[in-house]
């Protein structure tokens, strides 16, 4: 069975999700609409994708009878209203992180998508990724023994400029919540508390908007273990995400700064191509998720990542914002890992 999708929202990542449907990239799947508020965007992506259908009004998507699931890939702001219209009109969901910016907005959706009985799957890509998912399974299977501690990395090669930081939610909510979310699905554990830290280094304009360029997090988990999530947006040399799990046996190294298996030899030394962009590092996970959602649409199965992870990861990320403002640790009260 072919699931008609439509993609809302299409900036970098839409776009990107857009044109894998498209190229029948993603099994089971067919893009039959798209959606952008801005002028002329919606038209341009559908000329250059074949599309007949687009508008710059998502409402005439969720009302289209000839849609069957919607991509919500639009800001963060507008999430919850789109999840409720989704809901609304029987239509299964997946929607890009972070779920909303509220606790309180989360619990609302959550009770919406329950009442509704459509699925709900939320992008946290990285579980898609198959460098994390074969580390995943090495933890199951027992190959490092218990983990004790987890070091996350996230650098990206530069920052958004302010508009977007305007309306991202700040650090630990934009950038380190993927972190978050690896530390408890490859843990296997909740964390339980966070003491988060950060600075301007290289951006002033982010001083602003209460925000930084540069932030560690440490963690701790409900299992006893404990962990740092660094997250930067200055990488002069390229984008730079990298794991690493501490077992009782052993250990992993999750990530890899080349682009291409290919270094080359000079007088200088020896130099390799380093991964440019988030979209060129987890093409595949990208591809993956969205194969993982047709699949759960067609078959009428839960996600592996759904709401319930989405208001957890949130949780945390809320919470590591309060310790950044107060100073202080702060404590997270219930989950169970996703």
């Not at 072919?2 to 089971?28: D, E, F, M, P």
């Not at 004790?148 to 920052?159: E, P, Q, V």
């Not at 993927?178 to 909740?190: F, K, P, Q, T």
């Not at 404990?226 to 799990?245: K, L, V």
Request: a negative charge; aromatic letters at 8%; one cysteine or more.
């Amino acid at each position: 069975m072919t699931i008609r999708c439509a993609v809302l929202g299409l900036g970098r990542l839409g776009y990107h999700h857009a044109k894998n449907i498209a190229a029948h990239q993603v099994s089971g799947a067919q893009l039959v609409s798209v959606a952008d508020p801005m002028e002329g965007r919606a038209e341009q992506v559908a000329r250059e994708l074949g599309l007949e259908t687009w508008t710059k009004n998502p409402d005439e998507v969720f009302e289209d009878p000839d849609v069957d699931a919607v991509i919500i890939v639009t800001p963060t702001s507008t999430h919850a209203d789109m999840i409720k219209q989704a809901a609304k009109h029987g239509k299964p969901m997946f929607v890009e992180k972070p779920l909303t910016q509220h606790i309180e907005e989360a619990d609302e959706i959550i009770q919406t998508i329950k009442e509704s009985g459509v699925i709900c799957q939320v992008g946290f890509m990285r579980r898609f990724d198959p460098a994390y998912a074969e580390a995943k399974r090495r933890i199951d299977a027992g190959d490092i023994g218990k983990p004790l501690y987890f070091k996350g990395i996230t650098r990206d090669a530069g920052s958004p400029p302010a508009a977007f930081i305007k309306h991202s939610g700040r650090m630990f909510l934009d950038v380190s919540i993927h972190d978050y979310d690896m530390a408890r699905y490859l843990m296997g554990a909740e964390i339980s508390a966070v003491s988060a830290h950060g600075r301007v280094l290289l951006h002033p304009f982010m001083k602003e908007f209460d925000d930084v360029d540069q932030a560690i997090t440490y963690v701790e988990f409900d299992s006893g273990a404990a962990g740092d999530i660094e997250a930067s947006r200055n990488s002069p040399y390229g984008h730079d995400i990298r794991t690493e799990i501490i077992g009782t046996e052993g250990s992993l190294f999750i990530g890899t700064l080349r682009n291409q298996h290919v270094t080359y030899l000079n007088h200088k030394g020896s130099h390799y191509e380093i991964i440019p962009d988030f979209q060129t590092r987890f093409h595949d996970a990208y591809r993956l998720e969205l194969v993982h959602f047709i699949h759960c649409v067609q078959h009428k199965q839960t996600p592996c990542v759904t709401e319930a992870d989405g208001r957890r990861n949130l949780q945390i990320a809320i919470a590591a914002t309060e310790s950044f403002d107060s100073g202080k640790k702060v404590k997270i009260e219930g989950g169970s890992p996703g």
